[in-house]
């Protein structure tokens, strides 16, 4: 059983109306948007809540979506030995390529120096503005992080909308029943058919994604428009060219090694990659992302398991961000850093850059932490970027949604799990991806 996917013909299926198509009316939301915001600012701003308001509902099932697929894709394993493999597999990947991006941010921020010129005094800035955030911050200490990953109940765990721990709940009872052999057959049953429930209420939220992407891109241009940015452009710019040639080079070479195009595994997600970029978040790009790496030929085991940890523990934007982010503010106010001092930055961010998944701003909220490290860096100078950090949230969603793509390719490739023959007849056009909002509807085949 494939989860709620069906596939036709390449030549065989017909060519769907433009108002059929969600990735073009995504496409047409993103224009309109960014074209209100532009020539009506107010406006723009006004629409906020239709983008604020679709986030929340993806993200009000996103925990059942989570829940299910993990527990099906563990489950469907019926060996620890297997689950023991792949989570071992994955853990040392994702910290291996999420530890590189760091790198790479401290690298190019030593090298380009976006904060350079910029002679700030510290004294001069609202440490108010990021007041909140520093708040947060002082909840992610490593002990509290590790604690944080159980749960109070099972229910907290969904409730809290804390994607940490609803992983550990999904992994605790898929692991129990991949060891319930036969006996948990009507079980799995219930999960699988409980997966095909919950992506048929996906099915009928994403309709909607439109309407927020409008509203998010009205929002961000009417909100910062490209005025704003003033002399922090230097920074966006190296930001956006950073993770361009990260996408090209480091994740063009991985796609490569496991047998694919980067360009058609980025054109074959399209529609995810244009409502991440739309909405700021990538939450709303996992169920299909999760759909179309099944279809792709991936097992729903590595799939189900993959995906959803690849989105804690393999965050590549946000990495890349973290430490340009921390040479900035200290560049930008003349703060001297030893090498021991960013080092020290670099080893603390490998666990920050964790420790806030699931959590509104992440990736602020980690570098405030990570900054904590080093007094000598002023916490106040975040308010430097506060402003432009939802610009830059856009392209970090986006590489965060991307690389979990590309971990469950490469993954299920290592471990044997990948349909080659099929993931090529896909990439290529051959073997069409129907979507699950349409494959959930009542009476259709499933593959």
């Not at 994955?90 to 010129?117: D, E, I, K, R």
């Not at 409980?194 to 241009?221: D, Q, R, S």
């Amino acid at each position: 059983m494939t989860l709620s996917i069906a596939h036709t013909g390449g030549a065989s299926r017909k060519t769907k109306p433009f108002y059929k198509d969600l990735s073009i009316l995504v496409l047409i939301a993103i224009v309109i948007g960014t074209a209100l915001g532009a020539a009506d600012p107010a406006l723009g701003i006004a629409m906020a809540p239709l983008g604020n308001v679709f986030i929340k509902m993806i993200r009000a099932v996103i925990g059942l979506v989570i829940f299910f697929t993990v527990v099906a894709g563990i489950g469907s394993m019926q060996s620890m030995g297997k689950v023991g493999r792949l989570g071992s597999v994955a853990l040392v990947y994702f910290l291996a390529l999420s530890t590189f991006a760091l790198l790479v941010g401290l690298v190019v921020g030593n090298l380009v120096q976006p904060g350079a010129g910029f002679n700030i005094d510290p004294a001069t800035l609202d440490a108010k503005a990021v007041a909140g955030y520093a708040g947060e911050a002082k909840k992610m200490s490593v002990v509290d992080f590790l604690v944080n990953i159980v749960p109070n109940t099972v229910i907290d765990a969904f409730a809290k909308g804390d994607i940490l721990a609803v992983v550990f709940v999904s992994v605790l009872f898929g692991c129990v029943l991949a060891r319930m052999g036969e006996t948990g057959k009507m079980m799995r049953e219930m999960v699988d058919a409980g997966a095909k429930w919950v992506f048929g209420v996906i099915n009928v939220l994403m309709w909607a994604a439109p309407a927020g992407v409008f509203g998010a891109m009205a929002f961000t241009v009417g909100r910062y428009g490209l005025s704003s940015l003033g002399p922090l452009v230097k920074l966006v710019v190296t930001f956006y060219l950073t993770n361009l040639l990260f996408l090209v080079v480091v994740f063009g070479a991985i796609a490569a090694a496991a047998g694919f195009s980067i360009v058609k595994f980025l054109l074959y997600i399209k529609e995810e990659i244009l409502i991440v970029f739309g909405t700021s978040s990538s939450d709303p790009g996992l169920p299909g992302l999760m759909a179309k790496m099944e279809h792709l030929g991936c097992s729903k085991s590595v799939v189900g398991f993959v995906v959803p940890t690849s989105y804690i523990f393999n965050t590549v934007g946000s990495c890349i961000y973290m430490t340009m982010a921390a040479l900035f503010v200290a560049q930008a106010t003349n703060t001297e850093l030893s090498f021991a001092q960013q080092a020290a930055i670099f080893a603390v961010a490998i666990l920050t850059s964790k420790g806030a998944s699931g959590v509104t701003g992440a990736a602020f909220i980690a570098l405030v932490a990570t900054l904590a490290i080093v007094p000598t860096i002023p916490v106040a100078g975040m308010a430097l970027i506060l402003g432009i950090d939802r610009i830059m949230s856009e392209v970090r969603a986006l590489m965060n949604m991307i690389g979990s793509g590309l971990a469950a390719a490469v993954l299920a490739r290592l471990e044997g799990e990948l349909d080659v023959e099929r993931m090529h007849a896909v990439l290529d056009g051959e073997m069409k991806f129907e979507d699950y909002r349409v494959a959930a509807a009542p009476g259709r085949a499933q593959a």
